[in-house]
């Protein structure tokens, strides 16, 4: 590509309304631009790029004997209610109406009509096992789109789909898919971990996650010193390792704590440690008020939360809700006598003689036991924290922030008994197919391969995905043996059908050299004053190394690149 005749452009200023060191790289090296919040144009440079991703994943898909198809975005929502999934989507889904009332919405995912699909040639037994895959766009209605790409409300997903006769077969099917994924994250040039995961809205047997290691990570990603465990926070388990209280078992007091509501606020009045005390959360899970006492110095997993009591959404009470089943003003909700059921951490189960609100205002209750009150159920709802027990091995956790690029569902017969998908068995008998599902967001992975991949002077592409591989770059339009012996280079380089960019435009060297180091082009060859001696000058982007070619080898040196 000649830019002096190409769609180019690049911003010397940071990006004001960006979040992140990728979105701004981003943004800055013309490859995308904001138009909306969450809803980012692909820019002609960036589109090179994302096209490269899509090419990577296409390849290792076709190589498992996938086959692509496309889906609508357009869905009848009566399909995501077949499914019992349209509660549990709640406002993340886009959704409207056409011209005769019928509902639709904006597909967030595509299980349903896979399912649906899959029907048109999955009879018998005999028609398994095979995987169908798609590249298309999701839209999902998020709360607050953040850090570019990352977080967003319009978004390229490719989206795959197993389907066997039992589980034994959905083992064999998953395999392919972890290892397909190991290989586009390794093309992609990504740092990363595989992790157990919550299945979440999509439901199943399994889930695991590829997280890209990232400061910027929403998610949690939970390692081991001791041995390879890893998990995503929220289902790592809480290992109970507390011992039974030895104290005597005391009686009840109702204490006045005015102006203690916070854990610290009553800690620091009863000059006690928050590991003494057992916080009350109050929730409105799925239109219920319930109250879930942990202790004083843990956080609440809502994750475990919503797993165990079945639920699809929860958020804090409101101030309205939690008068009304404490009888008190926010910040003195406790367990005994409260007016909504009550879920307990277990590893409260082995302390005595703690403190908690007393559903008075300014008031709490020193000295309650678990014999004081009823939970409905006992459960782990703890949140880890850094240092606790490795459930595996039993040596310390640790923590890294990670972006997910990508996920793998074991999905058993959910969708195949909702959307009636059903085969006949060698015995004539109807039997649900095993279901798999298999995501990767191709914006998120580009995001996270410029996370990890820049510096000072703009983003390091690895090779596979770089919009452009080498760049010519002439430093003076004026001399007439610079301009010929780039053109040279650059028709050498069509001919071949290498993937180039010649800087043809006239700008000074400085420009053209920084626009080439902020998108990311691997390798350089400078055009310069050098010629008169025969030589050119490579530059590798990686290493930052400069060195000088005869003419007549950069040829071979553009081979060698271009055979990578």
């Known amino acids: 590509m000649k830019l002096s005749q190409s769609f180019f452009y690049t911003l010397r200023e940071n990006a004001k309304d960006e979040d992140s060191v990728s979105s701004n790289l981003l943004v800055r090296a013309g490859m995308i631009k904001k138009c909306s919040n969450g809803i980012y144009m692909i820019m002609p440079m960036g589109k090179k790029v994302l096209s490269k991703v899509e090419n990577i994943i296409r ?179 809480v290992v109970d390792t507390m011992e039974d209280s030895c104290e005597e078992e005391l009686s009840m007091e109702v204490v006045d704590t005015p102006n203690a509501k916070t854990i610290e606020e009553v800690a620091a009045f009863f000059g006690k440690k928050e590991s003494d005390f057992v916080k009350t959360l109050l929730y409105n899970v799925d239109g219920k008020v319930i109250a879930f006492c942990i202790p004083g110095d843990r956080e609440l997993n809502e994750t475990k939360a919503l797993k165990l009591l079945g639920a699809n959404e929860m958020e804090m009470a409101s101030f309205e809700e939690v008068e009304k089943v404490t009888h008190a003003r926010v910040g003195f909700a406790g367990p005994v006598g409260i007016d909504c059921p009550v879920y307990m951490d277990r590893q409260i189960k082995h302390m005595k003689n703690f403190i908690v609100g007393a559903n008075q205002s300014d008031c709490h209750i020193k000295n309650v036991n678990c014999k004081d009150f009823t939970p409905v159920e006992v459960a782990d709802l703890s949140q880890v924290k850094e240092g606790d027990i490795c459930p595996k091995c039993g040596k310390k956790l640790t923590f890294q922030h990670g972006i997910e690029v990508g996920n793998l569902f074991k999905l058993g017969t959910k969708y195949s008994k909702s959307m009636n998908l059903y085969y006949t068995d060698a015995n004539n008998q109807l039997q649900p197919v095993w279901m798999g599902s298999y995501g990767i967001g191709l914006e998120r992975c580009m995001a996270a391969v410029a996370d990890q991949h820049h510096d000072d002077f703009g983003i390091k592409w690895p090779v596979e995905i770089a919009p452009f591989r080498l760049a010519i770059v002439p430093v003076s339009l004026k001399d007439e043996e610079q301009v010929k012996i780039a053109n040279n280079l650059y028709e050498f380089c069509k001919e071949h059908k290498f993937d180039v960019i010649l800087d043809d435009r006239n700008e000074r060297p400085g420009v053209k050299f920084k626009d080439m180091e902020l998108i990311g082009v691997p390798y350089r060859i400078t055009v310069g004053r050098g010629i008169k001696e025969g030589k050119l000058e490579w530059t590798d982007r990686y290493t930052g190394e400069k060195t000088e070619i005869a003419i007549e080898d950069g040829y071979s040196e553009i081979e060698k690149v271009f055979a990578m």
Do not use: W
Not at 71 to 99: K, T
Not at 109 to 133: C, I, Q, R
Not at 200 to 211: F, H, I, V
Not at 222 to 229: A, F, I, L, P, R
């Open 59 to 237: 390849e290792e898909m076709d190589a498992k004997d996938a086959q692509e198809l496309l889906m609508p975005a357009l869905i009848p929502e009566d399909v995501y209610v077949q499914s019992g999934r349209r509660e549990a989507f709640g406002s993340n889904m886009f959704s409207l109406s056409d011209r005769y009332n019928k509902r639709y919405v904006l597909g967030p995912t595509h299980e349903e009509l896979f399912a649906v699909a899959s029907s048109m040639d999955g009879k018998s037994y005999k028609d398994f096992p095979y995987n169908l895959y798609q590249i298309q766009t999701k839209y999902r209605d998020e709360t607050r789109p953040r850090y570019g790409l990352i977080r967003v409300r319009e978004f390229i997903m490719k989206d795959a789909y197993t389907f066997d006769v039992d589980e034994a077969g959905l083992d064999v099917a998953y395999n392919k898919m972890y290892d397909a994924y190991c290989r586009i994250m390794d093309r992609l040039g990504l740092e990363y971990k595989i992790v157990k995961a919550d299945t979440g809205a999509m439901g199943g047997l399994l889930s695991e996650e590829y997280q890209a290691l990232s400061s910027i990570g929403e998610d949690v990603v939970v390692g081991c010193v001791g041995c390879d465990y890893s998990s995503n926070l929220e289902i790592t388990e």
